[in-house]
Structures are given as structure tokens and as C-alpha cells.
């Protein structure tokens, strides 16, 4: 355990020690999974002060989109979905996952195809998965059993996501992407604001 | 082209022969995708008369499930699902892939995987899918816009036994599955029936 930067490495290119940081978590967390592998962990692997990877990639869920080239930082994303209006944001939780979550070239693909043959990865993405969840998005739904209500919203959208870029189903794949999200998005606000869902 | 049984094998044992159209199947379903290995295909690797495919195992959707060790015909399945009450119809899908298709031990996971990193086992998926759902379940919904119905159906349960038997996210494994059937049913009722489905 390094007390203090002086104990890490100084490489004078800080792409390189970007680099270093990023190879080291991506490394820790498919070994680790997502809940072990702490920024003190990944730090020590690129032998940086934990303080160094906060300042270059902040918190860990955004160091983890980071180390997996998604396309949006997560903290990004719900507070983008927190400013929705209420009468825009199942539309809106819709948009993200089929535009930017799990768009066709999205390295979510990616991640799914790992998680459902190799059990690190699972467990990697379980724990994402709870983290952004259960502990970031669940502070802004104003209802009894907000778990329950965002891992339905997010397993259906994760199974369109899936039927849609990984399988390939025609009918989804053709169907223009709007015309989806007016399908879909009365269901997400039925999943998160339902007041039947309260008594479960 | 065999014309007649005549050409075909004759094994003494109709358990023997069985198993090498169960094995026929599975590789011609694999090598083929779904649509393109006919019955008439799977007799001829076989070497059985087509007719004997269809004595031993019916209609090509029942000889996938025998093929795959699927614990279920999808014919029944279908029937079972026509013959709900109105007001059971989304609880009834819901349980039936909750605690048949996608239950945590259904040879159905192993499909799903595959299809995950897999070509091949992706296009068997996705036509085995459309046919199921496209021509088979669509004759009886009642409503317009019966495949996109059917394939958000799909894609939501899919997504919940994926999150819940693949990832194994823990709200959903530790859920009991009548509390899951009684939150997402009214979601199913309503991709099957809301007349708002018509007009996308």
C-alpha cells in the first residue's frame, strides 16, 4: 500500500500514464471484478497515485467507461435522465439505450457478448450493472422499490438491445428507431412511476 | 432426392434412429440456420425417409426443441398461451418464460449464449425467433402490428432472463417469481393489446 505519490511511478508523457491507468483497469476489473478492483488497487497495478487516477478520470463508474471505450460517462447519462421532464422520460431512457447505450457499434456489445459466456465478465457487469443502478439512479426515483423498478427497465431495454445489435431480429432491426421509443417508452414510465409497482 | 423410404436406412432400433435425427438436426440447424435446414435436409444426413422425421418428431419447430433438449414444445406453448383469459394473458407469458423458457437451468440459456458470440448460433436464434413468433403466435393476435408486438414481448422477456439466469443480477434472482410475473404482466398486456400499438 503506497502512502503517497512519491512511491509511484513519474513518466514524463501523461498519455503514457493515462494509458498505463486505463490497461490497469481494465485488467483489474476483469480479474477482480467491478466491486474489488478500487482505484487504490488499479492505481498500484499502473503504479500511480490514487489520486492521479481520480484526476484523470474521476469517479470509478467513469473510469470504468473509460477503460471500456463506452461512449457516454454513466454519471452523464443519468443526469441527463434526471432533467428529463415527466412526461419525457420513459422517451428518454428509451433513446439512450437503443442511441448510445446500446447503439449497433456500441463496445456494450461487447461487454454482453463476454458477460453471457464468461463468468468474471458477468460478475464485472453484474456489479456495474448494481452500482449505476442501485446506488446512482435509484437516488432520483421518488417511489417504493426503485430497484426492482430500474432492473426491469434496464433488463428490457437490455433485451432489445440484445434482440435488436446482438441478434439481429428483422422486425427490430428495420423499424425506425423513433417509432421504438414511442413504443417502448410508456413502459419504461410505467416501470419507474407506476404506483402499483409500490405494493410488490 | 429420395423418393421413397426405400432409399433410406432401415436400423433396427427406432431409439437408434431417433438419436441420429435428434444429431442430424442439431448440426444441419447449426451449419444451415433454422430456415434453410428443411425436414427434407435433416432426413437426407440422417439417411431416414422425411416422413419418418416428421412420425418421430412433427412440425420443424418441435424437432428444433427435441434437437435442443428444450423443456418444451413451442406448439403447446403457443396453444397455452391462446387459451389464457384475457386478463391472465401477460401474467401467463411472463410465468411461461420465467419458469419454462428462461428458467435458471432451460437449455434455453445455452442457446442465448451462443447466439451472444456465435454467427451462426445467432442466425439459428434469430430464424427459429421469426418463425415462431412471426408465423406461428401472430395468427392470434387480434391487433395490428402483431409481429412488433410479439418481438417487444420477446425482447423484454428475453432481456429479463438474460439480467436475471445469465448476468444474475441479484434484485432479480432474489425476486421472488410471482412478485416478477405481477410486475411485468400488465407490461406484456399491454405490447399485446394497447390499441396505442396500432398507429406506430
Known amino acids: ?46 503504479g500511480v497515485d490514487p489520486a492521479l487516477v481520480h484526476h484523470y478520470f474521476g469517479a470509478k463508474q467513469s473510469l470504468f467507461a473509460s477503460a471500456h471505450e463506452l461512449p457516454f460517462n454513466p454519471a452523464d447519462l443519468i443526469a441527463r435522465i ?3 421532464e415527466p412526461e419525457d422520460l420513459g422517451r428518454e431512457v428509451a433513446r439512450l439505450y437503443l442511441t448510445v447505450v446500446g447503439a449497433p457499434d456500441s463496445p456494450v456489445l461487447s461487454l454482453i457478448r463476454a458477460a453471457a459466456t464468461n463468468d468474471a465478465a458477468a460478475r464485472m457487469m453484474r456489479e456495474f450493472i448494481e452500482d449505476l443502478l442501485l446506488r446512482s439512479a435509484a437516488k432520483w426515483i421518488d417511489a417504493a422499490n426503485a430497484g426492482l423498478r430500474l432492473m426491469l427497465v434496464g433488463s428490457h431495454m437490455i433485451g432489445v438491445v440484445f434482440a435488436r445489435s446482438v441478434i439481429g431480429i428483422p422486425t427490430l432491426v428495420d423499424m425506425d428507431v423513433e417509432t421504438l421509443i414511442e413504443a417502448i417508452g410508456p413502459t419504461i414510465d410505467r416501470y419507474l412511476t407506476d404506483p402499483a409497482l409500490d405494493d410488490l
Chains 1, 2 share one sequence.
Open 82 to 84: 434526471a432533467a428529463a
Open 1 to 46: 500500500m503506497s502512502s503517497s505519490g512519491r512511491t509511484g511511478r513519474r513518466p514524463g508523457n501523461p498519455e503514457v500514464t493515462k494509458q498505463a491507468i486505463l490497461d490497469a483497469a481494465r485488467t483489474a476489473f476483469g480479474e477482480l471484478g467491478y466491486e474489488r478492483a478500487t482505484i487504490r488497487a488499479i492505481a498500484g497495478r499502473a
